[in-house]
């Protein structure tokens, strides 16, 4: 298969976001930091200093909303979320549907998985339990007994769910199942956890069913050595990974395959990470087997730079902070987890843009339809025709790959490898020195009808149409000199600051063209060419901006 067939594939496959919406509103996991977004920073200035943009600072607890589990969560000796591959988290799976066999409290077994759908060696296996009925966002549920009349959303989301009974994570392991994902608030039972003794009473209500239905006591069914060893030690040393808190067009895909990849941040220092779920089915007229296949011999390209409290960021931006607040050594009879709380700034690592960054009647990250975040693209390496500070034009683009209307455009300046990880890290020259583009770019990209664009440096604006060039008067000059030299006209007759100012971001986001930054990992060996193109954010309802995954695909080598 040739690069436009496989491109023109995944354009008309069927695609499905099994993410669940994120929000100041969705509960964390009991005990953990909600998501808390303040504004520290404005078009026309905010607290904390600085004007230019609608920049926002976060506090979140990476068990919120849709996120991955990885195995030094339960075990801190295991691979963090950046060390696993994407071929790791994607691959052939299977949804089931269990919703109509269990209840509150109630336990879900191998055989009412197997019943329903065929489940093969190295699946991922995605289960409905019905629970994503209790998310944040849903509706609420009748129950004429509760308080209120309705019932109580995060108990049942947290509290009550299901979980697997004491054969189900073993079976898994015989499966050598890749990854498990849930529509609940684990993948655990949830008095399998520290909940168990935060909320006593549920407890009490928990082990009374379980008495009920099995005669044993919750010690008896799940002994408390055997339970730790196999979910703090075996399942993490066979690489088994969890998906929690999965929701969206879950219920589209009850008892189907689909080819399923779970996109995390590659956050380098912690256990768990936000991740973007998503599942494809094969187009109209071709088999399911021959769609299997054919994503078997696609290539995924990774353009995503690890995400790490070393990552710079952005002038006057936050930097990443991370502080555990929970060490698998510190609960009781060591049903403990790791996890951190993280605050941060959006704009260090690789991110993407949303249209609220700069126009605040805009979409914001969450509100964005999901078939922005995909479709055909164009990768331009003009690494050879840029230098510090340079400018780089759309002729520049054109002549070394074919930009066709609607594509997403990932520009290749070569900057990337001056980034923070690279053995040629020069962070003065990828923050304040990269090149940016011509007065003719944003109304070419225009004309293109360009989807979105993305880049391989701090930023898509030339840094001297932003306050840097306030901040680094003598970079300044230097870009001046140049730009004299390559058109014959100085800065301010070329860019007038009423209409270039932030070009990029002032003149293209309140048309929908927004970007990414801070690209790279396989970007930087990539030729220029047509892929398929795909970007991963979290689905943050009032995120301005936010990491996300980007991946290229290709035919296999």
């Not at 306030?470 to 600051?497: R, S, V």
């Not at 309140?510 to 970007?515: E, L, N, R, T």
Request: net charge negative; aromatic share 12%; with cysteine.
């Amino acid at each position: 298969m040739n690069r436009k067939q496989l491109i023109d594939l995944l354009d008309t496959a069927k695609w499905y976001d099994l993410t669940q919406a994120l929000s100041i509103f969705t509960p964390p996991f009991p005990g953990e930091m909600p998501l808390q977004i303040q504004f520290f920073k404005r078009l026309t200035g905010s607290f904390i200093g600085g004007q230019g943009a609608n920049g926002q600072l976060i506090e979140w607890s990476n068990n919120t909303g849709t996120h991955l589990v990885g195995q030094r969560a339960f075990h801190s000796g295991e691979r963090a979320i950046a060390d696993i591959p994407l071929t790791d988290l994607c691959g052939e799976g299977v949804v089931v549907d269990i919703s109509d066999a269990v209840e509150d409290y109630g336990l879900y077994t191998p055989e009412m998985i197997t019943e329903r759908v065929d489940v093969k060696k190295g699946d991922i296996l995605i289960i409905n339990t019905g629970y994503h009925k209790y998310g944040w966002d849903q509706p609420d549920t009748v129950n004429p007994d509760a308080q209120g009349g309705i019932e109580n959303k995060e108990f049942g989301y947290y509290l009550r769910h299901p979980g697997p009974s004491p054969e189900f994570f073993p079976w898994a392991l015989e499966m050598e199942l890749k990854l498990i994902g849930v529509d609940c608030g684990c993948a655990e039972h949830p008095m399998n956890t520290n909940l168990r003794y935060m909320h006593a009473r549920e407890f009490e209500k928990a082990e009374a069913k379980l008495k009920e239905n099995y005669g044993k006591t919750w010690d008896e069914m799940f002994p408390p050595d055997e339970y730790h060893k196999l979910s703090h030690i075996t399942m993490p040393k066979a690489g088994l990974l969890l998906a929690e808190s999965l929701g969206g067009q879950i219920e589209e895909l009850n008892n189907q395959r689909a080819w399923i990849m779970v996109h995390p941040i590659p956050f380098m220092e912690v256990e768990s990470a936000w991740s973007r779920v998503v599942a494809l089915q094969a187009p109209e007229g071709m088999s399911e087997a021959d769609f299997f296949s054919f994503m078997r011999g696609t290539e995924m390209l990774d353009m995503t730079l690890p995400f790490s409290v070393q990552t710079p960021q952005w002038a006057n931006y936050i930097p990443l902070s991370v502080n555990y607040t929970k060490r698998v050594g510190g609960q009781y009879f060591g049903l403990g987890r790791n996890n951190a709380h993280c605050k941060a700034s959006f704009h260090l690592a690789t991110h993407m843009d949303g249209e609220k960054h700069f126009c605040i009647s805009g979409e914001s990250i969450g509100e964005t339809p999901f078939e922005k975040w995909y479709g055909p693209g164009a990768v331009a390496d003009i690494s050879e025709f840029v230098s510090d500070t340079s400018v780089y034009t759309p002729e520049m683009i054109e002549n070394v790959v074919d930009v066709q209307e609607g594509d997403i455009l990932v520009i290749k300046t070569g900057y990337g490898k001056y980034g923070w990880n690279s053995p040629d890290s020069d962070e003065f020259r990828y923050m304040i020195r990269h090149p940016g583009p011509s007065p003719t770019f944003a109304d070419w990209c225009l004309e293109k009808k360009i989807k979105w664009l993305a880049v391989d440096c701090v930023a898509m604006e030339h840094p001297m149409n932003t306050i840097q060039r306030d901040w680094h008067p003598k970079t300044f000059e230097e870009a001046n000199q140049k730009l004299i030299e390559q058109f014959g006209e100085d800065w301010d007759t070329i860019y007038p600051l009423d209409k270039y100012y932030q070009d990029m971001h002032l003149n293209l986001f309140p048309k929908g063209i927004i970007h990414a930054e801070n690209l790279g990992t396989d970007l930087m060996g990539m030729e220029s060419g047509r892929y398929f193109i795909g970007c991963f954010p979290q689905k943050g309802m009032e995120l301005a901006s936010c990491w996300a995954r980007f991946v290229a695909f290709k035919e296999a080598s």
